[in-house]
């Protein structure tokens, strides 16, 4: 009961000084908007731990996060194999595969008419379509290893980067247009000079959303057929063990590799769109 009490009181403590922080004359400061979040991580781990052993909390319902840590690190090699499968082999490729092969066809989309009018209506379709439903046939057609999961990949993250080109080539407007044509381009020196770097944040924004379906995307698929590794294929059967320590640290290494992921995306959009007003803080 003590540890409970006492996990109320720092709950209660970090909050107060969060909101201080977020409050205060240097709440837009660089140094707070990164102490503010750490604060909080940190707080919600600190409480974790304290309600679990506080509470008696079983090991198969929920590890405190000592326990965690200890997995992780005794681990390593497991998760670093499991990382190559999932991460490196069927999120990464299918990412590349998919975002390419949609970039492209935005281009096709947006110099035909005919396209727009008949596939954007069918990727739609497509896109509402379950993962759980299509993955088991890309897994059959695909085999077992991790074509299968970039081939699932490859589908989520079509068509949402497919939108987002096609909806940022189309942001520039007629006057910008009808000066580039009073200068004499064409359809391609107007789509590199103008209207392609225009897109830029819609196309990273397309980019940004596919970093998490593609991680996505690619554990779920490992729960319908896999070699004996990787993160979807270990969770499945950790939690077959009630070894739920085990399915902790491969979350921990998803959230790592996923928001890594996405910040390297990021910086990548900081560093292109640098004119945009939304990089402009």
Known sequence: ??????????????WALNTRLSTGPNADTRAIRLIVPAIFGLTILVVWEL?????????????????????????????????????IKGALSGYVIGCGAAF?????????????????PVGNFVAALPIVGTAPILVMWFGFDWQSKAAVVV?????????????????????????????????????????LPAAMPFIFNGLKISTTLALIGAIVAEFFGSPTMGMGFRISTSVGQLALDMVWAEIVVAALAGSAFYGVVAMAEKTVTFW???QRK
């Open 276 to 278: 945009h007003p939304s």
């Open 104 to 120: 492209l066809m935005a281009i096709l989309v947006d110099r035909y008419d005919f396209l727009k009018r008949g596939l954007l």
């Open 155 to 195: 589908v989520m993250v079509f068509f949402p980067m497919l939108v987002n080109t096609v909806a940022g080539l189309q942001e520039t407007t007629a006057m910008q247009r009808d000066l580039m044509r009073t200068y004499g381009a064409g359809y391609w020196p107007s789509l590199t000079k103008l209207r």
């Open 1 to 14: 009961m003590i540890l409970v009490v006492l996990a109320l009181v720092i709950w209660l403590a970090m």
């Open 51 to 87: 309600l679990v052993r506080g509470l008696d909390v079983p090991l198969v319902i929920l590890p405190a996060p000592t326990h965690v840590i200890s997995t992780f690190f005794s681990e390593i090699p497991t998760l670093w194999l499991d990382f190559q499968q999932t991460f």
